[in-house]
C-alpha cells in the first residue's frame, strides 16, 4: 500500500509540477523579472503562505491523525460528524481573516514588501493583484480539509490530481493574457489574479464531489467549540507553525528579497524548480505517510511503524539527493533553456542559476522534514515540531538579513544570501527532528538502511562529478542563440545522462534492483 500510494501522489504531483513548468516559461516569457512579475509573485505567495498555515499545515499536522482514528475507531458517521465541525468552524474563521486581510491590504503590503514602498506603481499593483487572489487562500483550506479526508480513506487520486487543475487555468489565463497583448503589462497581472481565484473554486469543488463519491456528505453547520473542536484547536496551532515553515521562510525571503529590484523573481524561479522534487517526495511521502502511521500507532504496531518510516527515508533519499547535486551542477544550462527567451534575459540566468545551487543544498533536508514530522504529529505531538520550527524561523531570518546585507557590501549577489539562509534553517530544523526521534526510541535506522544510504550518497556524488566534467562540452549547445529543439535535446541528454549514471550505480551496488521492487509491490499487493 505505502509504495503505490507514494506513486500514485508522486505520479500525478509531477504531472502538475511539469504543467507548472510550462506556466512558468509563459510567465518568464512575458513578464520576465520586471515589476509586474514582482508584483504578481508577492500576490500569490502571500495566499498560498496561509493557505499552507491555516489549511495544510495545521490539517496535515491535526486534522488527519483525529479523523483517521475517528474512521477506524468509531466508524464513518461519526467521523463525517467531526469533519463537519471541522470544515464549519475553518470557514467561519477563514472568512472573517480574509475580509479583514483584504481591507488592510495596503498596510498588510508595506510589511510584506517593503522594497515595493518606494515604486508606487508596483506597489499598488501588488495591493490589487494581492486582493483578487486572496480568496485563493479560503478556497485551498478548505480542499486540504476535503483531502486529509480523502487520504484518510486511502483515496489519494482526487487529491493529488486537483493541482493539476491550478496549473491548467494559470496556463490558459497567460496564454489570455499574450494574445490579448498584456505581455510584460499590468493587464498581464490582473489576468493572472483573477486565474489563480478560479482555479482555487476549480480545486474545491473537484474534492468536495470526489469526497461525496466516497460515500462521506459533509454539510455546514453552525461553528460551536465542542471538545472535538478544543483538540482539534490544540494541536493546530502548534502545527501552523510546524507544518508551514518551509513557507514562511519563503515569505521571510521574499520579504527582505523586494530590496533588491528583481530579486523576488530570481528567487521564485528558482523556488519552482527546486520545488519540483520537493513535491513529487516530500509531498507525497508527508501525504501518505501521516495517515499510515496514525493507523498503526492506533494498532500498536511498532515494528510496522519503524519499517514505514525507514522505507520512507531511503525513498526520499534516492531520488532527492541525485536531483538536488543535479540542480546544484547544472543550474545554468537548467535555467537557461527553460526560462532564457522573452522578458527574461540573459543577464538573469546566473541570478537566477545561482539561488537554484543555494536552494538546491537545502533540498535533501526540506524532504527529510516531510519524512519526520509525521512521527510527531501521529501521536499528537505538534508542539515539538512547532518549538523546532521556531527556531528554524529565527535563525532563517537572522542569516538572511546578515547575508542579505554582507553579500550586498562585498558586491555579489544579495539575494543568494536568502537562498543559502533557507537551506541551513532546513538542515537545522531536520536534524532536531531526527535527533528526537531518536533519543525517544520512535525511530531506530534498520540495518538495510544503514547499508544502502552511504551507497546511494556515493552514486549521487560520482554523478554529480560526471555532470561536472560534461557541462563545458554541453553548455555551449544550451544557450540563446541555438536552435530551441537542440537546447532542449541537449539538456534533455544531460539530465539522462545523469539519471543513467545514477541509477547504474546503484543497482550495481544492490541498491536498486528489479528483483526487489517486485518484492516490495508483491508485498503490498
Known amino acids: 500500500m505505502l509504495y503505490r500510494a507514494f506513486a500514485t501522489v508522486g505520479g500525478l504531483t509531477m504531472i502538475s509540477r511539469m504543467l507548472g513548468f510550462v506556466r512558468d516559461i509563459l510567465i518568464a516569457a512575458a513578464l520576465g523579472t520586471g515589476g509586474v512579475a514582482d508584483a504578481f509573485f508577492v500576490a500569490f505567495r502571500f495566499p ?23 474512521l477506524e475507531g468509531e466508524g464513518e458517521k461519526s467521523a463525517a460528524g467531526f469533519a463537519n ?42 495591493v490589487d493583484l494581492t486582493r483578487i487572489t486572496f480568496p485563493y487562500l479560503l478556497c485551498m483550506s478548505l480542499a486540504a480539509l476535503l483531502s486529509g479526508v480523502l487520504n484518510s480513506m486511502n483515496r489519494f487520486w482526487a487529491a493529488a490530481a486537483a493541482p493539476i487543475l491550478l496549473n491548467i487555468v494559470l496556463i490558459s489565463a497567460m496564454a489570455l493574457a499574450i494574445v490579448l497583448g498584456y505581455a510584460n503589462q499590468a493587464g498581464a497581472g490582473y489576468v493572472l489574479a483573477t486565474g489563480v481565484t478560479v482555479a482555487g473554486l476549480a480545486q474545491l469543488a473537484m474534492l468536495w464531489l470526489a469526497v461525496r463519491r466516497a ?27 510546524a507544518g508551514g515553515i518551509t513557507q514562511i521562510n519563503l515569505v521571510v525571503g521574499t520579504v527582505i528579497a523586494s530590496l533588491q529590484a528583481g530579486a523576488v523573481s530570481y528567487l521564485y524561479y528558482a523556488d519552482r524548480l527546486y520545488q519540483l522534487p520537493l513535491g513529487i517526495v516530500g509531498v507525497a511521502i508527508g501525504v501518505v505517510l501521516l495517515p499510515d502511521l496514525s493507523r498503526k500507532l492506533r494498532a500498536d504496531d511498532r515494528a510496522a511503524v519503524l519499517e514505514s518510516q525507514n522505507r520512507s527515508l531511503e525513498f526520499a533519499l534516492l531520488l532527492t539527493l541525485p536531483a538536488a547535486v543535479a540542480l546544484a551542477v547544472a543550474a545554468e544550462p537548467i535555467i537557461s533553456v527553460l526560462f532564457e527567451r522573452g522578458a527574461f534575459k540573459p543577464a538573469d540566468t546566473p541570478a537566477t542559476a545561482s539561488a537554484l545551487a543555494a536552494f538546491a543544498v537545502g533540498l535533501p533536508a526540506f524532504v527529510l522534514i516531510k519524512v519526520f514530522q509525521p512521527a510527531f504529529f501521529a501521536r499528537e505531538d505538534t508542539r515539538t515540531p512547532m518549538l523546532f520550527a521556531g527556531l528554524n524561523m529565527v535563525i532563517n531570518i537572522a542569516l538572511s538579513l546578515a547575508l542579505f546585507f554582507v553579500f550586498r557590501a562585498w558586491g555579489w549577489m544579495p539575494h543568494i544570501g536568502i537562498a543559502i539562509a533557507t537551506s541551513i534553517a532546513g538542515w537545522t530544523n531536520a536534524i532536531l527532528l531526527w535527533l528526537t526521534l531518536s533519543r525517544s526510541d520512535s525511530f531506530a535506522w534498520d540495518g538495510r538502511l544503514t547499508r544502502n544510504l552511504p551507497l546511494i550518497a556515493l552514486a549521487a556524488v560520482l554523478m554529480g562529478v560526471a555532470l561536472w566534467f560534461a557541462g563545458p562540452h554541453m553548455t555551449p549547445y ?48
Open 48 to 70: 498560498n503562505l496561509f493557505r499552507r498555515l491555516f489549511g495544510e499545515g495545521a490539517f496535515n499536522s491535526a486534522f488527519v491523525p483525529l479523523f483517521a482514528k475517528r
Open 85 to 126: 465541525e471541522a470544515l464549519s468552524g475553518l470557514t467561519a474563521i477563514l472568512v472573517v481573516f480574509s475580509a479583514a486581510a483584504m481591507l488592510a491590504m495596503p498596510w498588510v503590503m508595506v510589511v510584506l514588501a517593503p522594497g515595493f514602498a518606494s515604486d508606487p506603481a508596483k506597489f499598488d499593483l501588488s
Open 215 to 241: 460515500g462521506l456528505k459533509l454539510s455546514f453547520q453552525r461553528p460551536r467549540y465542542s471538545e472535538s473542536m478544543r483538540r482539534l484547536v490544540e494541536l493546530g496551532i502548534p502545527g501552523v507553525l
Open 478 to 525: 544550451t544557450t540563446v542563440g541555438n536552435p530551441l529543439v537542440l537546447r532542449v535535446a541537449v539538456l534533455g541528454a544531460l539530465v539522462l545522462g545523469g539519471m543513467v549514471i545514477f541509477f547504474g550505480l546503484t543497482a550495481l551496488s544492490g541498491v536498486l534492483t528489479l528483483a526487489r521492487l517486485r518484492r516490495a509491490i508483491a508485498r503490498e499487493g
